[in-house]
């Protein structure tokens, strides 16, 4: 857990796909380089082996792609990243690339105006003193330096963060040889710039932490585009988009993560939901074009007044804001939508009550700066607007909130509709959240004549609205492709292989029997690691107790008769009673006791040592405070002393009151060193005093001086302390958690004791045939830890033993900022250890040493509790790599390596 990207992500309250995502870049951005000049293979394996989408950067530098749905906050995710990299990595220079005017525009807006709603960076506080610097294509070249001199663009404040933002068309143009006056002219943004020294070009491509991110990504997987591209010579590309295919239809090879609009349908948080509309009973044969159209024109309207109100009366049952919807036609041509237009706004077409509240946007009518100005205020409830018709014009970048139906009339392909146009209207308006109710969240699309290819397109597997799983792999590849394996505990393994026997009998009374045990194993599986807080659970054992199962048995008729009730809960109950004693056993026997605690560091705390003021020095005169007065004709001159009548106060609180302005002196921890110090200072003046001075106001005159004297002395005695591990709240026990491995397709599986094959391999494959294990089914990261497996499972002295999921600990370390996952926890007749195999040139490492010292702590606070209930102590051990072989006894092992 990063603690820049966690406040980030609270700071900007990033939807949990966002979240994802960052998280994402904040692990790649510990493993990759992020120079200028790096090894693209070794840098593309690092991201591969952790996100097997990614085959191919497909650019000259490491790129990594978002596929994130129309409608869920890419913009904001962008946002995120270069704050993310600013704060943690210390990177400046961002370059943004948007793919047309609108949305150029809009980042310009998003990234650098702070009094924007939709302003990316409000709640970052590192940025609120240190505004990012917008420089777009309209105004690079007239960048200078802070001190308004000709200097190298080098020269810039080098705490500046500068976002520079270009749209693809003005880009491409700018990066292209002109003629001017009949001249061939070097591309304009490559030529010298008179304020920077150099062309804005080579001061871009010269950065060494330039990071380009690149907005509706699949408009720049062009062969020019990359080109132009890679001659910036980034450190990292981050790209988002919600069609991750390029201009000839083949499937990015640079996504690591994708949120697809089929998962965000699904998951129902953040679009609307769109439905597709006819009219009953409605039979298009018979019917002219121009009746057709003017039926669905008409159903729309009835739906869009149907829909305004139900927004009212949201808005007035919450005291949210007013939403007004509005309606939006997808014409043939030019030619159509005029005629569209016209009709709409006749007196033919509901009396005429549109006229005026129609917006037309095509080749013909396009003012690109009007336009845009009166299609972002659509969302404004004084925008009389309610309907916008358009020719293919509505593409990135139009991301309103209010536009609730949709009427295609054009003779388009289905899918297309579904899959693009659909895409317009999925934002949602209040909060980007959904409300639950219905007819607010709702998008219709009005298709009567096409409705039953938009049902069908709709329900294709190969459709956008149908694809639930992420980015699709070539063929070639498959072979090589990895595929997800969850391994649950033993104990739920062994319920999973009896419910598979259960589903094989044929005999059905037998089989409900069998299958109402099976259901009262889950059930108690389930609900026993809850009784961990049980003030009379110390130990499994306890779950012995008859009060305790009592409790149990409570816990499970309540989970019986909530939700759907089953028809046969009582006969479920009787058996969960009846298998009690047997399943708590089973229950023991599969796991291992661990104490469950949450092990958290404190603040780094500190403090000043006690010392004595050295004094020599300490020696200043009172000043005077006199009035001159200089005739204007006799030039006159004398002087009136000052009888001031200002009560100057204590000195001593004088001085502390200046001491406790520098940052690292706390009044409250630090009192009475500041007493004192203070007092001594006083002593020295006032024994230096002459006569008609006044200690005070001395005092008072130099308190700047002479505390800062105080604190430089101070300083020299100034301790910080690392923060110590709070004392934890300990459980006795907890649930083995399941493991969610990635392994090869159909060849990842070998049995622990296999070695015929490459170490570097091991990491591949998932290893089978334990008997003394959690699980039946482990990873290894390295030859050490499948050999040390090995040792386990054949050594007596070894009872059980587990290879802990990611979740199963909460061990953090380097300031809460980690989570420390041990490789091992064994358990013997007397003792549990918590294992790490390490290489042996690392054991001394810092990293090492202190997930050891956390590690440790752990295990005395497990001991402490385990002492005072019966149970076994707990170990740390870390054992270097080279003394793991087979015939190693695991004694001999964790004897000489264990830590204290």
């Given at each position: 857990?990063?603690?820049?990207a966690?406040n980030?992500?609270?700071?900007?309250s990033?939807?949990?796909?966002?979240?994802?995502?960052?998280?994402?870049?904040?692990g790649?951005?510990?493993?990759?380089?992020l120079?200028k000049?790096v090894?693209?293979?070794?840098?593309?394996?690092?991201?591969q082996?952790?996100f097997?989408t990614?085959t191919d950067?497909?650019?000259?530098f490491?790129?990594i792609?978002?596929?994130?749905?129309t409608?869920?906050?890419?913009?904001r995710?962008?946002?995120?990243?270069?704050?993310?990299?600013y704060?943690?990595?210390?990177?400046?220079?961002?370059?943004?690339?948007?793919?047309?005017?609108t949305?150029?525009n809009?980042l310009?807006?998003?990234?650098?105006?702070?009094?924007?709603?939709?302003y990316?960076?409000?709640?970052?506080?590192e940025?609120?003193h240190?505004?990012?610097?917008?420089?777009?294509g309209?105004?690079y070249?007239?960048?200078?330096?802070s001190d308004?001199?000709?200097?190298?663009?080098?020269?810039?404040?080098?705490?500046e963060?500068?976002?520079n933002?270009?749209?693809?068309?003005?880009?491409a143009?700018?990066?292209?040889?002109?003629k001017?006056?009949?001249k061939?002219?070097?591309?304009?943004?490559?030529?010298?710039?008179?304020?920077?020294?150099?062309?804005?070009?080579?001061?871009?491509?010269?950065?060494?932490?330039?990071?380009i991110?690149?907005?509706?990504?699949?408009?720049?997987?062009a062969?020019?585009?990359?080109?132009?591209i890679?001659?910036?010579k980034p450190?990292?590309?981050?790209e988002?988009?919600?069609t991750?295919?390029?201009e000839?239809?083949?499937?990015?090879?640079n996504v690591?993560?994708?949120y697809?609009?089929?998962q965000?349908?699904?998951?129902?948080?953040?679009v609307k939901n769109?439905?597709?509309?006819t009219?009953?009973d409605f039979?298009?044969?018979?019917?002219?074009?121009e009746?057709?159209e003017?039926?669905k024109?008409?159903?729309a309207?009835s739906i869009?007044?149907?829909?305004?109100?139900e927004?009212?009366?949201?808005?007035?049952?919450?005291?949210?804001k007013?939403?007004?919807?509005f309606?939006?036609?997808?014409?043939?041509?030019?030619t159509?939508?005029?005629?569209?237009?016209?009709?709409?706004?006749?007196?033919?077409?509901?009396?005429?009550?549109?006229a005026?509240?129609?917006?037309?946007?095509?080749?013909?009518?396009r003012?690109?700066?009007?336009?845009?100005?009166?299609?972002?205020?659509?969302e404004?409830e004084?925008?009389?607007i309610e309907?916008v018709?358009?020719v293919?014009?509505?593409k990135?970048?139009?991301d309103?909130?209010?536009?609730?139906?949709?009427?295609p009339?054009?003779?388009a392909n289905?899918?297309?509709?579904v899959?693009q146009?659909?895409?317009?209207?999925?934002r949602?308006?209040?909060?980007g959240?959904?409300?639950?109710?219905?007819k607010?969240?709702?998008l219709t699309?009005v298709?009567?004549d096409?409705?039953?290819r938009?049902?069908?397109?709709?329900?294709?597997?190969?459709s956008?609205l149908?694809?639930?799983?992420?980015?699709e792999?070539?063929?070639?590849?498959?072979?090589?492709?990895?595929?997800?394996v969850?391994?649950q505990n033993?104990v739920?393994?062994?319920?999973?292989?009896?419910?598979?026997?259960?589903?094989?009998?044929?005999?059905t009374?037998v089989?409900?029997?069998?299958?109402n045990?099976?259901?009262?194993?889950?059930?108690l599986?389930n609900v026993i690691?809850?009784?961990?807080?049980?003030?009379q659970?110390?130990?499994?054992?306890?779950?012995?107790?008859?009060?305790?199962?009592?409790?149990?048995m409570?816990a499970?008729?309540?989970e019986?008769n909530?939700?759907q009730?089953?028809i046969?809960?009582?006969?479920?109950?009787?058996e969960?009673?009846i298998?009690?004693?047997?399943?708590?056993a089973?229950?023991k026997?599969n796991?291992?006791?661990?104490?469950?605690?949450?092990?958290?560091?404190?603040e780094?705390?500190?403090?000043?040592?006690d010392?004595?003021?050295?004094?020599n020095?300490?020696s200043?005169?009172?000043?005077n405070?006199?009035?001159v007065?200089?005739?204007l004709?006799?030039?006159?001159y004398?002087?009136i002393?000052v009888?001031?009548?200002?009560?100057?106060?204590?000195?001593?609180?004088?001085?502390?009151a200046e001491?406790i302005?520098?940052?690292?002196?706390d009044?409250?921890?630090?009192?009475?060193?500041?007493?004192?110090?203070?007092k001594?200072?006083v002593?020295?003046?006032?024994?230096?005093?002459?006569?008609?001075?006044?200690?005070?106001?001395?005092i008072f005159?130099?308190?700047?001086?002479i505390a800062s004297?105080?604190?430089?002395?101070m300083?020299?005695?100034?301790k910080?302390?690392?923060?110590?591990?709070i004392?934890?709240?300990?459980k006795?026990?907890?649930?083995i958690?399941?493991?969610?491995f990635?392994?090869?397709?159909?060849?990842?599986?070998k049995d622990y004791?296999?070695?015929?094959?490459?170490?570097i391999?091991v990491?591949?494959?998932?290893y089978?045939?334990f008997?003394?294990?959690?699980?039946?089914?482990y990873?290894?990261d390295?030859?050490?830890?499948?050999?040390?497996?090995y040792?386990?499972?054949?050594?007596?002295?070894?009872i059980?033993?587990?290879?802990?999921a990611?979740?199963?600990f909460?061990?953090?370390?380097?300031?809460?900022?980690?989570?420390?996952?041990?490789?091992?926890?064994?358990e013997?007749?007397d003792?549990?250890?918590?294992?790490e195999?390490?290489?042996?040139?690392?054991?001394?490492d810092?990293?090492v040493?202190?997930?050891?010292?956390?590690?440790?702590?752990?295990?005395?606070?497990?001991?402490?509790f385990?002492?005072?209930h019966?149970g076994?102590?707990w170990?740390?051990?870390?054992?270097?790599h080279?003394?793991?072989?087979?015939?190693?006894?695991?004694?001999?092992l964790?004897s000489?390596?264990?830590?204290?």
């Open positions: 857990m990063n603690p820049i966690e980030i992500k609270q700071r900007l990033l939807r949990k796909p966002l979240q994802e995502a960052l998280d994402i870049l904040t790649l951005s510990e493993d990759l380089e120079n000049e090894d693209l293979k070794t840098e593309l394996e690092k991201v082996s952790l097997p990614c950067f497909e650019r000259a490491p790129s792609c978002f596929s994130i749905a409608g869920v906050g890419k913009t995710l962008m946002g995120a990243c270069i704050a993310f990299l704060l943690q990595k210390g990177i400046r220079n961002f370059f943004v690339l948007a793919p047309n005017l949305i150029y809009k310009i807006e998003d990234f650098g105006n702070v009094s924007n709603p939709k990316v960076f409000n709640g970052i506080a940025f609120v240190n505004k990012p610097v917008i420089i777009t309209d105004n070249n007239q960048q200078k330096p308004s001199k000709k200097h190298t663009a080098l020269e810039y404040n080098n705490k963060i500068r976002i933002v270009f749209n693809v068309s003005k880009f143009k700018e990066t292209k040889p002109v001017e006056g009949g061939n002219m070097t591309p304009r943004i490559k030529r010298l710039s008179e304020y920077l020294g150099e062309s804005y070009w080579e001061y871009l491509s010269g950065l060494n932490d330039l990071v991110l690149m907005d509706e990504a699949h408009r720049y997987h062969d020019k585009s990359k080109e132009s890679n001659e910036l450190i990292l590309g981050i988002l988009t919600a991750p295919i390029d000839k239809s083949n499937q990015f090879r690591v993560y994708e697809s609009l089929a965000a349908l699904t998951d129902g948080l953040y769109p439905t597709i509309a009219r009953k039979n298009p044969q018979g019917r002219s074009e009746e057709i003017k039926i024109l008409e159903d309207v869009h007044e149907d829909t305004k109100q927004l009212k009366l949201y808005a007035l049952n919450t005291g949210k007013v939403v007004k919807p309606i939006l036609v997808v014409c043939k041509d030019t159509h939508a005029k005629s569209v237009y016209d009709l709409i706004t006749s007196v033919d077409f509901y009396e005429g009550a549109f005026g509240k129609v917006l037309q946007i095509d080749s013909t009518t003012n690109e700066e009007l336009i845009e100005q009166q299609f972002i205020s659509l404004q004084d925008n009389e309907i018709i358009h293919n014009m509505l990135e970048g139009w309103v909130t209010n536009l609730y139906t949709i009427v009339l054009r003779a289905a899918s297309v509709l899959e146009t659909i895409g317009r209207g999925l949602l308006p209040f909060n959240e959904r409300t639950g109710v219905e607010v969240d709702k699309i298709a009567h096409n409705f039953n938009v049902i069908a397109a709709a329900q294709d597997p190969n956008i149908n694809k639930l799983k992420f980015v792999i070539d063929e070639s590849l498959l072979k090589e492709r990895v595929e997800i969850t391994v033993t739920s393994q062994n319920i999973q292989t009896e419910q598979e026997e259960v589903n094989k009998i044929v005999d009374e089989k409900q029997k069998r299958q045990q099976v259901d009262a194993k889950k059930l599986v690691p809850f009784f961990n807080t049980n003030s659970v110390k130990k499994v054992d306890d779950l012995m107790k008859p009060k305790v199962k009592q409790q149990v409570e499970v008729q309540k019986l909530t939700g009730v089953n046969f809960a009582d006969n479920i109950l009787a969960a009673e298998l009690y004693e047997k399943l708590v089973d229950f026997k796991i291992i006791e661990i104490p469950r605690m949450d092990l958290v560091q404190g780094v705390t500190a403090s000043f040592a010392f004595d003021l050295d004094t020095g300490f200043y005169e009172q000043l405070d006199e009035i007065r200089i005739g004709k006799d030039k006159s004398d002087v002393e009888k001031s009548g200002v009560n100057f106060g204590s000195p001593v609180k004088l001085l502390i001491l302005n520098f940052s690292e002196v009044y409250d921890t630090n009192a009475d060193l500041l007493h004192k110090l203070a001594q200072a002593s020295q003046l006032e024994s230096n005093l002459k006569d008609g001075e006044d200690i005070r106001k001395l005159q130099w308190r700047g001086l004297r105080v604190y430089t002395q300083m020299l005695h100034f910080l302390h690392e923060a110590e591990y004392k934890p709240n300990v006795p026990f907890t649930k958690e399941d493991w969610n990635t392994t090869l397709k159909n060849v990842g599986h004791r296999e070695e015929n094959f490459p170490a391999q990491p591949k494959f998932i089978r045939g008997e003394k294990s959690c699980h039946f089914e990873k290894f390295s030859r050490t830890e499948q050999t040390f497996a040792v386990l499972e054949n050594d007596k002295e070894v059980k033993w587990l290879r802990p990611s979740n199963q909460r061990i953090y370390w380097q300031h809460n900022s980690k989570l420390y996952e041990p490789d091992f926890i064994v013997t007749a003792c549990i250890y918590m294992i195999t390490k290489a042996a040139n690392e054991i001394t810092t990293e040493q202190e997930k050891a010292a956390a590690a440790l702590k752990y295990c005395n606070y497990a001991t402490e385990t002492a005072e019966g076994k102590k170990k740390y051990v870390l054992i270097p080279n003394q793991v072989t087979k015939t190693s006894g695991f004694k001999g964790v000489s390596n264990i830590m204290k």
